[in-house]
């Protein structure tokens, strides 16, 4: 009677410690988020990079290069901390299904590389100005020319990145759902985010004139994202009952 008492205790103690930590990598995910978020808006505010248009970004190149490299490094950490959020996001719902996890942290994963990837352009476009660079064979005009060319092709990558932005939403918000210790909603919400991602990734390439198809979009990825950041932040995930399986069990679900 004695040995079972002290396993139970025992299998008992695991559960709670594991389920503590599930909720310590939530919140360390939650606060991953938010500052992807927050660098995420430095960087347009810097150089336009992101949601800006290529007159803006071409004006912040020409006007002020320092911000504008700046606006760059904080652009590249941003990806790197919505990659670690990924990761951490992964490690919280791998217990639901490990297939899908993977498989949403991949497409992440794709995405990420794709925008850190068209963010080469800008450089080049930032080096136009450049004594150093040994563009004087060319015009002024010529060089406006190459500039916009560049930052052209970045917004082309940007909006090739959302393709993945978009369907990663899609498992996510899927396990969100099917989750016992994250809200039902909020995967509502992630799902929803993912078909409004979807239809700016389509109307930027093939309707770009017409930039107010997405705008409802907006609203719906900002309700969604930064609920479940704060979600994550400030509750954590619900820590079960200690005598309920362990939360780190990597088995994908049947």
């Known amino acids: 009677m004695t040995v079972h008492s002290n396993i139970t205790r025992t299998d008992t103690l695991r559960a709670t410690t594991a389920a503590v930590a599930h909720s310590t990598v939530a919140r360390i995910t939650g606060g991953c988020y938010l ?15 992101g949601l800006g248009s290529p007159q803006e970004v071409y004006q912040s190149v020409v006007t002020n290069p320092s911000s ?24 919280l719902l791998l217990p639901v299904n490990a297939h899908l996890a993977l498989l ?19 450089l080049s476009a930032l080096l136009m100005g450049d004594a150093g660079s040994h563009m004087q064979a060319y015009s002024a005009a010529q060089l406006e020319g190459l500039g916009y060319l560049s930052i052209n092709v970045y917004k082309t990558g940007f909006v090739t990145a959302q393709l993945f932005f978009g369907t990663w939403l899609f498992p996510l ?6 989750s016992d210790y994250l809200p039902r909603f909020l995967g509502v919400l992630l799902l929803l985010d993912g078909i409004a991602v979807l239809i700016w990734f389509v109307q930027a390439l093939v309707l770009p004139d017409h930039p107010a198809i997405h705008t409802p979009g907006i609203v719906v990825s900002l309700v969604a994202e930064v609920g479940l950041t704060l979600w994550l932040l400030v ?7 200690s005598a309920a399986p362990c939360l780190t069990d990597p088995s994908p679900a049947s």
């Open 35 to 49: 500052a992807f978020i927050l660098m995420s808006v430095l960087a347009d505010r810097l150089g336009h990079i």
């Open 235 to 241: 509750r954590g995930v619900k820590v079960v009952d």
């Open 173 to 178: 918000g899927y396990l969100v759902y099917k």
């Open 104 to 122: 949403f942290l991949l497409l992440n994963a794709v995405g990420v590389a794709i925008q850190c990837a068209s963010m080469f352009p800008l």
């Open 68 to 91: 504008f490299r700046l606006a760059l490094v904080v652009g590249l950490i941003s990806a790197f901390l919505f990659l670690v959020t990924a990761w951490g996001l992964y490690v």
